[in-house]
């Protein structure tokens, strides 16, 4: 995830993968470079995503699938990859067993949802405590508490309406996703940063943990 090729999209959000005769059944895709906390396109509020048709968005969610994959992620925002726009795509089942393993594979056979434009209701005063990683800060881990029933709006890949009630670790990767539209990276949800933690320390932490 840190090494991949320079994209030709940085500033330039509509248009970008101007390749000739890429419709939006033949989009190109390639492998994005993800931005790093720290970059200022992770710390800003995306813009709202004018026309889903647009080529250059069927490519720009073309590419962003084929780099979440590769980059074994749950979720990606536009932002990761330096497009300020308001859309995110992610692989969210119900559940996972073991959010720490450092050898986990993440399970890519749950289903793909492309949400542009999303909205998020919160529809219960339950939190949950979660452990999430963010392609955009590489090698850590950090302990987060929200809320574990919601309700996200927005439109799929066609334009057409999507509407759909989330508990657990689905809720909680549309959460986090939606986050990085409003500038928010997820160590400033955190209450407790000694929290935080590097994944190779995670054995470490699991066992103070258990003693
Ligand atoms: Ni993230």
């Not at 959010?99 to 529809?123: M, Q, W």
């Amino acid at each position: 995830m840190e090494s991949g090729p320079e994209s030709g999209l940085s500033g330039a959000p509509f248009g970008c993968f101007d390749r000739a005769g890429a419709g939006r059944h033949s989009p190109a895709m390639a492998i994005l470079k993800i931005a790093r906390m720290g970059h200022p396109v992770l710390a800003r509020k995306a813009e709202p995503v004018k026309n889903p048709a647009d080529p250059g968005i069927q490519n720009l969610i073309a590419s962003m699938i084929e780099t979440m994959i590769d980059a074994n992620g749950a979720g990606l925002a536009a932002p990761q990859v330096h497009v300020p726009l308001r859309l995110v795509v992610f692989q969210a089942p119900e559940s996972r067993s073991d959010t720490l393993s450092e050898e986990e594979r993440f399970d890519h056979t749950a289903p793909l949802t492309v949400l542009i434009n999303p909205e998020i209701e919160i529809l219960g005063p339950e939190t949950e405590g979660g452990w999430e990683g963010c392609l955009s800060v590489p090698g850590l881990r950090g302990f987060v508490e929200r809320p574990n029933h919601i309700r996200y709006r927005g439109l799929d890949q066609n334009g057409q309406p999507v509407s759909r009630v989330a508990r657990g670790f689905h809720a909680r990767v549309v959460q986090h996703e939606c986050d990085h539209l409003d500038g928010i990276l997820y160590p400033r949800r955190m209450n407790d940063l000694s929290q935080l933690i590097f994944e190779s320390e995670v054995r470490h932490w699991l066992k103070a943990e258990s003693e």
